[in-house]
């Protein structure tokens, strides 16, 4: 029973400023290597020491955009932590299988968990395919040897199932930044009693949350209190 802690890796340079998020966005659309004049996925490298430091054990889903340096790989390994797809042209299998193939010969490491870029309403970047269509994913998540697919649902009293293809689906989420959830029904004191008597997942984008005191400090409050997985 315990909270499982997911990390979508959606921004190359952070959103600390206009600019920061301006070139995550040419860096995404147009998948341009890193920039030697900015900090390259720093707020993740923080977070992740972090982690380490604390014995928590994260999923962390990359785009092709935001693919780990070296340096963050050594403390992902480090950490024990989970390295997944954060599928983005979801148009077709073959789409799915190209993302796949060019995160795991980057990381040199096979990939067996991922989840979803956005949740069907609006299109983020050139690449990215918009739809959310889990029975789709999870049909081509099987044919390419993945066991777990993560989904976007807003309501985290959906249970986690075993497909039809043998593969663990989550269909839903706790998100931590308010505008996905129901915060009167489902705040952070019920996250924490949750996390004692089930298995759930608590969904951030860390460049959202080290820019907003109130989600730093929720999600703080959320690591030192709940049953989390650790290494
Ligand atoms: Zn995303």
New binding site residues.
Partial sequence: MSLILRI???SPYGKENVFNHICSRIASDYNITPLLFLPYLKYLDDFIIYLNSKSIQGNF?F?KCTLPTNIILDHLRQGNHIIGL?L?NSISLDSFKEELKFLESNINSKIEVF????SGKFK?GLHHFPSYEPTKYLDWGSKLGMKIFFGNLEDPTIDFSITNQRLMFYPAAFWLEHHWRDTKSFDINWLIRESKLRDLVLLI?VENIITNNLLYNELKYILENAELMRT
């Fill in positions: 979508d890796v959606d889903f785009r954060h983005e989840s979803k870029h956005g983020y984008h």
